[in-house]
């Protein structure tokens, strides 16, 4: 029996997810102690100290029971901190658990769905698995998205989804609130605006979160960024209330557990913590910028990332800083980036004092 032949094509034609090298592996490779990640856009300062508290009042015998499909206590923060009403907000494990149920809603084979790129890569495996058609749209010099192409298009191939990354990974930036509505007034299809990075372009007064009030609109948000809780899975997102009813057909039946909302129900209610976030990124990531911008084009930024050009040498440029000890992400994976760009996450003062001394090290010889 050829075991293989079970599993679907549109699986087997994949290629395998490449996860970033880790600490452990750097730390043996190049036989270092000291490795710092600035590859994955985490939250360096970790989530509010109240979490803690959480752990402790914990009864495990509770942990035998299921929990609620969409808990009130996490609705209820998520409406404080988003203004969205809780009949329209679904949660689940990270906003991709939320993404993958909202594709087996919606995507049939064949559907058509339009993605600005270069743009994070989950949405590329949620159309290869669910075979449909991704149509691909190149984004303008400044990585904005391009509203006319995209207008132009949706009008003759009748996508089922748009996705607006916004601030967008790896780009960096927020998109004009203006070229979102254009899109989400003209064309007559699904439109899935992801804000996981939403929190650090709120700071900047840019966030799109008013778009919940269109019908044909879902936003999508994270805990795993700005709240610093990438372990703990917790995504949501708000949508038309129809849309609702329909998704609590398609989800699995218990996304989130007990545990995890109620931490994340903390992490949303801490304002203070999450403005010390806000405030440190903010401030480390222009002075990073500034600093970066001696050797290398660095984009503009609404998030905790940058998105920097290396022209034609991310591979080489990756591994240099591998060797001193610093991951950061090559872009090359990324589709329509080539092997131009890198993406580096803003870490914490001392981090990035260590990356601009190995930037120093590899440009000032
Ligand atoms: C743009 C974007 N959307 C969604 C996610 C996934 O978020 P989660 O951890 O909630 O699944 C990420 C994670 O890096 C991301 O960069």
């Known amino acids: 029996m050829e075991i293989g032949n079970f599993v679907r094509d549109e699986i ?29 856009n985490e939250n360096p300062y970790g989530p509010s100290p109240l979490v803690s508290e959480v752990f402790k009042k914990i009864d495990i015998k509770e942990l035998s029971r299921y929990p609620e499909t969409f808990p009130s206590e996490l609705l209820e923060a998520i409406e404080e901190h988003t203004e969205w009403p809780s009949e329209r907000v679904v949660v689940g494990a990270g906003m991709d658990g939320v993404m993958e149920t909202i594709f087996r809603l919606l995507i049939d084979k064949g559907d058509r769905v339009i993605l600005p790129i270069p743009t994070y890569q989950y949405y590329h495996t949620l159309i290869n698995i669910s075979g449909a058609k991704g149509i691909f749209i190149e984004r303008k010099e400044d990585w904005r998205i391009d509203a006319e192409k995209i207008i132009e ?24 609130k203006e070229d979102v509505k254009a899109i989400v007034e003209s064309c007559d299809t699904l439109v899935f605006i992801d804000e996981a990075y939403g929190e650090y372009a709120d700071f900047d007064g840019i966030s799109l979160k008013n778009f919940f009030e269109y019908d044909n609109v879902i936003i999508g948000r994270t805990m795993s960024k700005a709240f610093g809780l990438a372990n703990l899975r917790v995504g949501y997102a708000v949508l038309n209330e129809e849309l609702k009813k329909e998704y609590l057909k398609a989800t699995t039946p218990f996304p989130v557990s007990t545990i995890s909302a109620l931490v994340a129900s903390t992490a949303l209610r801490d304002r203070n913590h999450l403005n010390f976030v806000l405030k440190n990124n903010l401030s480390e990531r222009e002075r990073l910028k500034v600093k970066l911008s001696k050797w290398l084009k660095v984009f503009p930024s609404n998030s ?62």
Do not use: H, W
């Not at 998105?307 to 990324?334: A, H, N």
């Open 153 to 176: 298009v949706a009008e003759k191939e009748k996508p089922k989804l748009i996705f607006i990354c916004s601030p967008n990974n790896p780009t960096a930036a927020a998109e004009n």
């Open 12 to 40: 087997k034609n994949m290629k395998p997810y490449e996860p970033g090298k880790s600490i452990d592996y750097v730390k043996k490779k190049y036989g270092i102690t000291r490795v710092i990640k600035l590859a994955s």
């Open 304 to 365: 905790n990332f940058l998105f920097v050009r290396v022209d034609g040498q991310s591979k080489t440029f990756t591994e240099e800083l591998m060797k001193r000890g610093i991951i950061i992400r090559d872009c090359s994976s990324f589709y329509g980036c080539g092997y131009n760009y890198v993406r580096i996450t803003v870490g914490k003062k001392e981090e990035n004092d260590v990356l601009i001394s190995a930037l120093e090290s590899i440009f000032e010889r």
